[in-house]
């Protein structure tokens, strides 16, 4: 016979408080991991994007270039004019933050561009063989089977060959970027058909769509407003991990020499650079992009996994 | 079970068609043939005549069908970069990328397994942690920049490892070369494999310990339980078991990947195998070896999958349907 | 007929579970108490969410993490088995205490014979041949009612239908010879005119070897039909035990009237199906003294403050209800 108090009156939270104590923004709040990666994503994003603001220098201004100051290791003053670079700097004078901070923006430009691309090209192949169903589906989803099967860096390297095939000799460099992100694009949109037609189809069958059909609303307006947003949860956690795989896909393109041209390296690019010069001791031209790229591709994987634990209703 | 491979064998042979007719638009559309023949000075006759002569003015479906017979007996045409038959080209550098891919591919498993069940087992430990947060890393790294960064911990900075090329092979047969009889090609497999196999390895160990955790939470390993059977019964004997069936399928799929993977490890480490072949083929643009290549790997894959279906076929007994028509 | 006291086979004594979440601790068991006696049939009822599976769970050990009991006593044949050692506990496991689960299509592991499973656990816990074994199995599969025994143990689970299935269960839950059998809802998954049978199979084989069984149902049909005593949960606390006829007929808690008078019968004239307004509470808002408080149309002052503990009411009746001693509610309010 235990006496128990009243519980306290409960008053109605409002809606940022609702979003802030919501499932997913407390599991962010209470995981370190997912704190501290998306502080690393975010630091990246904004040197990348402002860095013709805040670079030091611009690595491809040839008249900003002093061929003297080549080779300078990190923190240490050149022997010839004795400036100092905080990453050190390469061959011809550049100095290392400020071709990392320009890469880093190669990078993520296309690799975001990339996903972008996949995305849409995905929801809508998804939306589009889950709503018509039949024989349109089956084809279109046999078509995404067969390309799984295969690596999506080799489908990225024969969209880049026949690309490249295709455009004269002269436009070959100025489209690179572009067909770079139609390639690895186009390797990478069939999870993302897969997860919507999936919903598609479940949706399809349920009362309410098949209500607004009868009143006669569009089919592109049930498809937007009623099934993507049940299924943007995957969507998410698919995306974020298509966007470290494509900045490593890009990443290793380019430093196969098959990637973005060379008048706009990107950080695979500047690996490769880096490599040629261990034998002879300048580590730091390698090992800084080396890093940057680990350090982002690592990040946005976390951010990833941490997402997909997070809105999997089955771990708790 | 005879309808079930004469099916799988259709499909098979249908993917490889529409390959064929990939390779084959290649050929057709990318590229000049007759100019990477002849020097700029031919005369636009010459350059005709030469067309003629090489069947390249018939209808479409004639060249396609010249294409696919021309395959079936190995014949690829000539590379336009080094001037010799495709098939040779691809033929000579094949032993290498094989003995990697099969070094690599058991490195890969072997420990991926072992690993996975570890980090399934033992979830809360510390090791298990780490463990995993290594996973993550290994999937966050470009194949190439561990090629790289093993090269210079190994080869420049250690000297203990080479970084370039196979080492000295031996000539095995009339066709094959290994790196396996002597020690410096020993030593020259082992950064490549690893560079190779890391991938692969985290991919599995990943895929092992999320199947694990799925299947230990069943209701048939709760029943195990209940019925009070040792723990390395119901881990391994029950739970294991049930795991290998989904994880073999997909491992053995990666043996094709692996191939493709090599492109990049071969060209880190200057491995002399049909990668390198193949990124070369795509910087120069030289059609028939890219073509050719695009058939191989097709080829491998379908012949991977077929085998890995007939697998699971064996494997798992609900796949059996014969029987099941005597159930009560 | 001997008159000495039997001394209870699984005894649990003010059983708490807990499940530590981010709100807070949360208490799925609430000081449950309740007594199995040898050979007896117990039906364990309540709505879902109520507790009876996690209470099955509890005694037989496998609460899945971080639910933990957080304290009280489980004692088979008087000896403690709630704080023993993971082994030790895994021995008591099929050989003492055996485990029936809801669905059958999911209970068996697919890529071995029933032959396999049935010997491997028979060998685990007793010391015989794979032969004598494998006899010991076709007699149960044979016992368990699957025709052809001899030659159906090399099938595989997905050979047989779900009524099978769950007399193969049972068979694998009995072959070590348990004292007691918990049946966790396991007749819920099977098609209607398959569940009586797998019940009364249950209850032979289980009356044939000595063996108690704790069945876990929500359906109260199946409770008249077969159990000895009935024991109803709500909301993680016992509202009632007795004798099956007898709470039947005269519920004592207004909770256990109103579930009784919920259930359609052939026999009985009724207009309209007695309802309980509103709706068993969340774990996490249980309301203070009584559970059922705000549901009860019998509820006075003592209820809304102070929560009723089992009280003893002759006849092997237990009731957790001021109702029954409105006298000594009185003196706990005014203390």
């Not at chain 1, 991991?33 to 990348?48: D, E, F, G, H, R």
């Not at chain 1, 769509?209 to 947003?229: C, E, N, W």
């Not at chain 1, 969507?235 to 060379?262: D, H, K, N």
């Not at chain 3, 068996?108 to 004598?132: C, F, G, K, W």
Request: contains cysteine; hydrophobic residues 50%; neutral net charge.
């Amino acid at each position: 016979m235990t006496p128990d108090s009243q519980p306290p009156a409960a008053k109605a939270p409002g809606r940022l408080y609702r979003a802030w104590d919501s499932d997913l923004a407390y599991k962010f709040r209470t995981s370190p991991v997912a704190i501290v990666a998306t502080i690393v994503v975010l630091v990246v994003v904004v040197c990348a994007v402002f860095a013709p603001l805040i670079a030091p220098m611009n690595p491809y201004n040839p008249a900003a270039l002093n061929l003297m100051n080549g080779f300078t290791p990190p923190m240490e003053p050149n022997a010839f004019t004795g400036e100092v670079f905080l990453l050190g700097t390469d061959g011809q004078g550049r100095d290392m933050l400020s071709t990392i901070m320009y890469g880093t923006r190669t990078s993520l430009f296309v690799g975001a561009m990339a996903v972008l691309f996949a995305m849409v090209l995905g929801i809508s192949i998804g939306l589009f063989a889950g709503w018509q169903g039949g024989w349109v589906d089956s084809a279109l989803m046999r078509v995404a089977d067969v390309q799984l099967a295969f690596p999506a860096i080799l489908i990225a390297l024969l969209v880049f060959g026949i690309a490249r095939g295709f455009l004269p000799d002269n436009l070959r460099d100025q489209l690179a970027i572009w067909v770079l992100i139609v390639a690895i694009g186009l390797s990478d949109w069939v999870q993302f058909a897969r997860v919507v037609r999936g919903a598609s189809m479940v949706e399809k069958n349920k009362e309410y769509v098949q209500a607004a059909r009868v009143i006669g609303a569009h089919p592109l307006k049930i498809m937007f407003r009623h099934i993507l947003p049940n299924v943007m949860g995957p969507v998410l956690v698919i995306a974020t991990i298509s966007l470290a795989l494509a900045i490593i896909a890009e990443a290793t393109l380019s430093f196969l020499g098959v990637g973005v041209p060379p008048t706009q390296p990107s950080l695979g690019t500047l690996i490769r650079v880096g490599q040629g010069f261990l034998i002879s001791g300048e580590w730091w031209i390698l090992l800084f992009p080396a890093v940057t790229l680990l350090a982002l591709a690592l990040s946005v994987n976390l951010l990833g996994d941490w997402l997909r634990d997070a809105l999997n209703p089955r771990l708790r | 079970m005879i309808a079930f491979i004469i099916r799988r064998l259709l499909q098979s042979i249908i993917v490889m068609i529409a390959v064929a007719a990939v390779s084959f638009a290649l050929f057709c559309f990318v590229g000049d043939p007759i100019s990477s023949m002849v020097g700029q000075e031919a005369s636009i006759a010459d350059r005709q005549a030469l067309r003629d002569s090489l069947g390249l003015n018939d209808p479409i479906p004639v060249q396609f069908g010249r294409f696919i017979g021309n395959a079936l007996q190995g014949e690829f045409g000539i590379s336009y970069r080094l001037q010799m038959p495709v098939t040779e080209l691809i033929l000579q550098r094949l032993p290498a990328t094989l003995e990697l891919a099969l070094v690599s591919g058991t490195l890969a498993f072997i420990s991926g397994l072992g690993l996975g069940v570890y980090t399934a087992l033992r979830r809360r430990g510390v090791l298990s942690n780490i463990i995993m947060t290594g996973s993550l890393i290994g999937v966050s790294l470009p194949t190439f920049l561990i090629g790289v960064l093993l090269i210079w911990v190994f080869a420049v900075e250690l000297r203990w490892l080479p970084s370039n090329g196979r080492g000295q092979v031996v000539a095995l047969g009339n066709w094959w070369t290994t790196g396996f009889l002597t020690p410096s090609g020993r030593l020259a497999l082992i950064l490549p494999a690893i560079t190779l196999g890391l991938y692969q390895m985290t991919l599995i160990m990943r895929l092992v310990r999320a199947e694990l955790l799925e299947v230990l939470r069943s209701d048939y390993i709760k029943f195990a339980r209940a019925r009070g059977l040792p723990a390395r019964a119901v881990n391994f004997g029950h739970a294991l078991k049930n795991t290998l069936v989904p994880v073999i399928t997909i491992t053995g799929l990666q043996l094709g990947s692996i191939i493709a993977f090599a492109i990049i490890t071969e060209t880190v480490f200057n491995w002399p195998g049909v990668g390198a072949l193949f990124i070369s083929s795509v910087r120069f643009v030289d059609v028939p070896v890219m073509s050719a290549y695009l058939m191989m790997i097709a080829l491998i894959f379908v012949v991977i999958n077929l085998i890995v279906d007939l697998l699971y076929y064996a494997v798992d007994p609900r796949l059996r349907i014969d029987r099941a028509a005597q159930s009560h | 007929m001997t008159d000495a006291v039997t001394e209870p086979l699984l005894s649990v004594r003010d059983l708490v579970v807990e499940f530590p979440t981010r709100r807070g601790v949360l208490r799925a068991l609430d000081r449950v108490s309740f007594d199995i006696m040898p050979g007896e049939v117990l039906g364990m009822v309540g709505e879902s969410g109520a507790g009876k599976s996690i209470t099955g769970a509890s005694i037989i050990g496998l609460i899945e993490p971080p639910g933990r009991i957080a304290g009280g006593e489980i004692r088979l044949k008087g000896e403690r088995i709630d704080n023993l050692r993971p082994e030790a506990m895994r021995r008591v496991r099929g050989r003492r205490i055996g485990m029936v689960f809801q669905d059958p299509l999911t209970s068996l592991n697919p890529l071995y014979t029933v032959a396999q499973q049935l010997i491997e656990t028979i060998r685990t816990h007793m010391d015989v041949s794979e032969a004598e074994a494998r006899k010991r199995a076709v007699a149960l599969l044979d016992r368990v009612g699957i025709p052809a025994a001899a030659r159906r143990i090399d099938d595989y689970p997905h050979h047989f239908s779900g009524g099978m299935r769950q007399r193969v269960v049972i068979a694998l839950a009995l072959c070590a010879e348990p004292e007691l059998v918990i049946a966790d809802e396991p007749t819920t998954a099977l098609d209607v005119s398959v569940q009586a049978q797998i019940i009364e199979v249950l209850k032979d084989i289980c009356a044939e070897r000595g063996a108690a069984v704790m069945l876990i149902t929500h359906d109260m049909g199946v409770i008249a039909e077969t159990a000895d005593r009935v024991a109803v949960l709500y909301a993680g606390r016992m509202a009632e035990t007795g004798p099956v006829r007898e709470v039947i007929t005269e519920a004592l808690h207004p909770y256990t009237a109103g579930l009784m008078g919920s259930i359609p019968t052939l026999t009985q004239e009724t207009d309209r199906l007695v309802q309980i307004p509103g709706s068993m509470p969340r774990l996490d808002a249980i309301p203070p003294g009584c559970a059922f408080n705000p549901r009860c149309e019998h509820a006075f002052a003592p209820c809304r403050e102070i929560r009723p503990d089992l009280m003893p009411q002759g006849g092997g009746r237990e009731v957790a209800c001021w109702l029954y001693d409105p006298a000594k509610a009185g003196e706990l309010r005014d203390a």
